[in-house]
C-alpha cells in the first residue's frame, strides 16, 4: 500500500532534520514493510515507505533524475505508465528502473505540473525541485 511523509520547515535545524523524518516515516511502517527511502535539502523533507509491487529489485524511492535536481516520493499506480514511457522515451528520455515512479518524475521532466494532466491512476507524489526551492 505505501505511504509518503514529509515536511517544509526553517525551524528543523539540519542536525535533527533526517531524525524527524525517520520519525514520521516509521509512523506509517505498517503501509510499507519492504523498503524506506528520505531525502532532505532543508528546508524540505520527503520520505516514504513501500510495500515492492512493480520493479521489486531498482523500484526504491526517492529516485533522482540524472543531475539530482528532482526527487520523487511517490504512492498509488498509473496505469498508463508504460504508454507514458514509450512516449517519453522517444522523446530523448532514458529510464534506470521499469516503475511508474520513474516515469511520472521523467513527465515532470518533459512537461511540468502539466504532467499530471496525462497520469492516469489513484496517486499521491512529492517532487522536490532542489534548485527550484520548490515542492510540487
Given at each position: 500500500?505505501?505511504?509518503?511523509?514529509?515536511?517544509?520547515?526553517?525551524?528543523?535545524?539540519?542536525?535533527?532534520?533526517?531524525?524527524?523524518?525517520?520519525?514520521?516515516?516509521?509512523?506509517?511502517?505498517?503501509?510499507?514493510?519492504?523498503?524506506?527511502?528520505?531525502?532532505?535539502?532543508?528546508?524540505?523533507?520527503?520520505?516514504?515507505?513501500?510495500?515492492?509491487?512493480?520493479?521489486?529489485?531498482?523500484?526504491?524511492?526517492?529516485i533522482f533524475n540524472e543531475n539530482r535536481t528532482?526527487?520523487?516520493?511517490?504512492?498509488?499506480?498509473?496505469?498508463?505508465?508504460?504508454?507514458?514511457?514509450?512516449?517519453?522515451?522517444?522523446?530523448?528520455?532514458?529510464f534506470h528502473t521499469v516503475s511508474d515512479t520513474?516515469?511520472?518524475?521523467?513527465?515532470?521532466?518533459?512537461?511540468?505540473?502539466?504532467?499530471?494532466?496525462?497520469?492516469?491512476?489513484?496517486?499521491?507524489?512529492?517532487?522536490?525541485?532542489?534548485?527550484?526551492?520548490?515542492?510540487?
Amino acid at each position: 500500500m505505501c505511504g509518503i511523509a514529509g515536511f517544509i520547515s526553517n525551524r528543523i535545524p539540519e542536525s535533527t532534520g533526517m531524525q524527524v523524518l525517520q520519525q514520521l516515516t516509521g509512523i506509517i511502517k505498517h503501509r510499507g514493510p519492504d523498503d524506506a527511502g528520505h531525502f532532505m535539502h532543508l528546508p524540505f523533507a520527503i520520505g516514504m515507505r513501500r510495500l515492492s509491487i512493480i520493479d521489486l529489485a531498482n523500484g526504491a524511492q526517492p529516485i533522482f533524475n540524472e543531475n539530482r535536481t528532482l526527487a520523487i516520493v511517490f504512492n498509488g499506480e498509473i496505469y498508463n505508465y508504460r504508454e507514458l514511457r514509450d512516449e517519453l522515451f522517444m522523446l530523448g528520455h532514458a529510464f534506470h528502473t521499469v516503475s511508474d515512479t520513474e516515469v511520472i518524475l521523467k513527465s515532470f521532466e518533459q512537461w511540468g505540473t502539466d504532467c499530471f494532466i496525462r497520469l492516469n491512476g489513484m496517486f499521491a507524489v512529492a517532487i522536490l525541485d532542489v534548485p527550484g526551492q520548490k515542492l510540487y
